[in-house]
Structure formats: structure tokens, C-alpha cells
């Protein structure tokens, strides 16, 4: 089995927009993480998925980490 990327929401190997999408719609209450989406949407590792979690996420896509 492979590790889990921090951050790859939708599990495709990679880190993109449409993880921040992802994560964008499951904070506006339009979309349901299962239990792996929830931990690999939890950047900070503060055990909730919330806007720091996206803010994080976003900067790192936008500097390429």
C-alpha cells in the first residue's frame, strides 16, 4: 500500500487545484470527505479540517512545495 500524500484530497498521486477545490467544497458544506479524504485534507495536523487547512494547502501549491 502506498503512504497517503498530505494534502492529495482526491488521492490522484499529486497535489493541484482540484485538491484545493475539493477542500473548498467540503468547507462550503457541498461535498463529504470519507475518513482517508478527511486525513489527508488535515495540513497542520490539528485533527480538524478548516480554512487554516486550505490556507496552507494553497500557499504550498502557489510556491510549488
Do not use: C, K, Q, V
Not at 473548498?24 to 497542520?44: K, M, Q, R, T, V
Amino acid at each position: 500500500d502506498l503512504l497517503p500524500i498530505i494534502g492529495d484530497i482526491n488521492m490522484d498521486g499529486a497535489i493541484s487545484i482540484l485538491d484545493i477545490f475539493l477542500l473548498i467544497s467540503f468547507l462550503s458544506g457541498d461535498y463529504s470527505f470519507n475518513e482517508i479524504e478527511n486525513h489527508n485534507a488535515d495540513i497542520n495536523f490539528d485533527s480538524r479540517t478548516d480554512i487554516f487547512d486550505l490556507l496552507i494547502l494553497s500557499d504550498n501549491l502557489l510556491i510549488g512545495r
